[in-house]
């Protein structure tokens, strides 16, 4: 297999994401709340939670393939972390149009929700914040962005425990554990995580791929097992863990369960082409989009009358709705055709998606 595949896969991973997100924010949206104990409720709320740590993990090994096209390139340490902080820079004013879009919208909600701390903006923060590990060489990179992850995780219960009350609300939202919020702590973690995998993939010869992928399968579900078995014993080095808040044991039990599904996405997307785009790559290949339209769908003011309205069967059939609505949106996008001048400005802006044959 060469390298276009894994990148297949990645955008495979994205699209599975996606079609998680979708129904996720319209049951949460959309059922009624009497129906919040009903089994299929619970289990739709529960792999809901799969879709941040997916895009996240995706952003860093997105960045990984940017930082080896700039390696290729010959680029010096500074022109490296300059290549990051500029995609960090491009994720910030995506995340802060989001926001300002949001709100203009919403009409009455308080200024204060156009600073909100979104995915977009941890995916800006992280990026920056890990862009000084650009300086080192690839095989570095890749050990000490696992090591960065490893400690962001390991030392969000710290930082949660710690007292934040005299620091502004803005910078506060931006790095302390909040389930309200996409935090550094311990968020932050999939992306150095995911620079980590990126630069391994890489790293690597086209021939040695395939196994790595087989062994990342076996990391994740082994990672799965233990993480569950620690963070199930009955004593603990924190003082206040809140397992589903900042806990070290439910960021490696979803970074192995990334991993899995990466490794399921290489062997489905193993004999696609590139410019066939199927369902899933479809969705992935347009995720943005899918994001912030089905936003402004799900939690705007448009759909108003049904918001915790619906009972679990009409959940689920305004969910396929949904998800039907976002494929022929994303299938009509790429028949569209673009002004030459406005393809040129986008393809500016595009991040590496295809990563070149290595020997």
């Known amino acids: 297999m060469d390298s276009t595949d894994r990148v297949l896969a990645l955008d495979w991973l994205r699209g599975l994401g996606v079609l998680i997100m979708l129904q996720g924010h319209l049951f949460n949206s959309f059922a009624q709340p009497t129906l919040n104990d009903q089994p299929l409720y619970i289990f739709s709320q529960f792999i809901g939670g799969m879709p941040a740590p997916i895009f996240l993990f995706l952003v860093g090994a997105t960045l990984a393939f940017r930082l080896d096209r700039a390696d290729r390139q010959g680029l010096g340490p500074v022109a490296r972390i300059r290549s990051a902080l500029v995609r960090a820079a491009f994720l910030a004013a995506i995340a802060f149009l989001f926001r300002l879009q949001l709100w203009i919208f919403a009409w009455s909600n308080p200024w204060q929700e156009i600073f909100r701390v979104d995915i977009l903006n941890c995916m800006a923060f992280g990026v920056a914040v890990l862009s000084p590990l650009a300086m080192l060489p690839p095989v570095r990179r890749i050990a000490w962005c696992a090591t960065a992850g490893l400690a962001i995780a390991a030392l969000a219960p710290v930082v949660g425990a710690l007292d934040w009350s005299g620091v502004p609300w803005i910078v506060r939202n931006y790095i302390v554990p909040n389930k309200a919020f996409f935090s550094f702590f311990p968020d932050a973690a999939y992306i150095a ?21 087989e062994w990342a399968a076996c990391l994740g579900l082994a ?42 996405g290489f062997v ?24 912030w339209v089905h936003v402004e769908l799900v939690y705007g003011r448009s759909l108003w009358f049904l918001k915790g309205r619906l009972t679990i069967p009409q959940c689920c059939a305004a969910s396929l709705l949904l998800i039907a609505s976002m494929y022929w949106l994303a299938f009509w996008l790429a028949r569209w055709s673009l002004p030459t001048w406005v393809k040129r400005r986008l393809a500016r802006l595009q991040p590496a998606v295809r990563v070149p044959e290595t020997t």
């Open 193 to 213: 995580f995911g620079i980590a995998f990126g630069a391994v993939l890489r790293s690597a010869p086209a021939t040695a791929r395939d196994r790595i992928m």
């Open 223 to 264: 990672l799965v097992v233990a993480a569950h078995y620690f963070s199930n014993l009955p004593f603990s080095i924190y003082a206040n863990p809140d397992f589903w808040l900042d806990s070290p044991g439910l960021i490696l039990i979803r970074l192995g369960i990334v991993l899995a599904l990466g490794a399921a």
């Open 268 to 291: 489905w997307t193993a004999r696609q082409q590139p410019e066939a785009l199927g369902f899933m790559r479809r969705l992935g290949t347009n995720s943005l989009l899918i994001y």
